[in-house]
């Protein structure tokens, strides 16, 4: 097979949820480039119809739809649920991206801070992955199975977020959920997988990294030297969703330079005391 059909998704159905910015859109623009049709949800409807016009500009062969959905509720999910149903009958890749993180001094931590994190990052992915495996089904084949990626952290392998004290231990959620549904959902020819990235360019990196300057620094934390670029996420992904990864279920992939296999960053470098969602 030429690699050109390796990674060709022409004719692929996606729903990135987070999509309108970020990690998100970087991957919409990747799927839209090998072909893919894609759906965009997050709380924000204005901002999911402005992030698939703009990636519908750049005359990819896929097409991007972007529309409200919110996953940090049950009636939330069930709603996002309801409408892309609406749209599609099957559903060949499930992008779990959208995110949320809170940060406060351990000593100040509130109750809200922990629950509203796992909330979307951790119940929200499971019951919208539960709720649309109906579509997934419909896509799944042998040859061809569908497609979960799940999108956890780096945070969720090391102590690396500071004051974000739910964030990491919710990512380290993501990182097994992905392992329980791989082993769930293998013999309906549905693959799990999850990404596992350092920092990027996001709404809820703009604290760390949001000028050259914090580029350059968060960087000499990184064996290879910088934070993470675009291509670096859509080629993970690209592999994942395509018939190079059909093999691969129930892994996390760290898309971090090397960072995993380094030393911790101490948590008093990174400060993190807001509120901030990646959607």
Sequence with gaps: MTPDKLFDLTGKTALITG????????????FMGAGCNVMIASRKARNCEGAAAELNKLGLPGKAEG??????????????????????????ILMNNAGK?????????????????????????????????????????????ARVINVGSIGGWQPRG???HSYGVSKAAVHFMTQTLASKL??????????????????????????????????????????????????????????????????????AGGANAGI????NKVKATTVVDDE
């Design 67 to 92: 529309f409200a959905g919110d996953v940090g509720s049950q009636e939330g999910v069930e709603a996002l649920v309801a409408e892309v149903m609406s749209r599609t009958d099957r559903l060949d």
């Design 19 to 30: 999509g309108a910015s970020g990690i998100g859109f970087m991957a919409a623009e990747g």
């Design 186 to 255: 293998a013999e309906e020819h549905i693959t799990v997988n999850a990404i596992a990235p350092g920092p990027f360019m996001s709404k809820m990196m703009a604290f760390a990294i949001g000028t050259p300057e914090q580029r350059e620094k968060a960087g000499r934390n990184i064996p290879l030297g910088r934070v993470g670029e675009p291509e670096d996420i859509q080629g993970a992904v690209l592999y994942l969703a395509s018939r190079a990864g059909a093999y691969v279920t129930g892994h996390t992939i760290p898309i």
């Design 101 to 145: 993180t809170w940060g406060a001094p351990l000593e100040e931590f509130p109750y809200e801070g922990w629950s509203r994190v796992f909330d979307v990052n951790v119940t929200g992915m499971f019951y919208l992955t539960q709720k649309l495996l109906p579509l997934l089904r419909n896509s799944a084949t042998p040859a061809d199975p």
């Design 264 to 267: 911790a960053v101490p948590a």
């Design 162 to 164: 500071g004051n974000a």
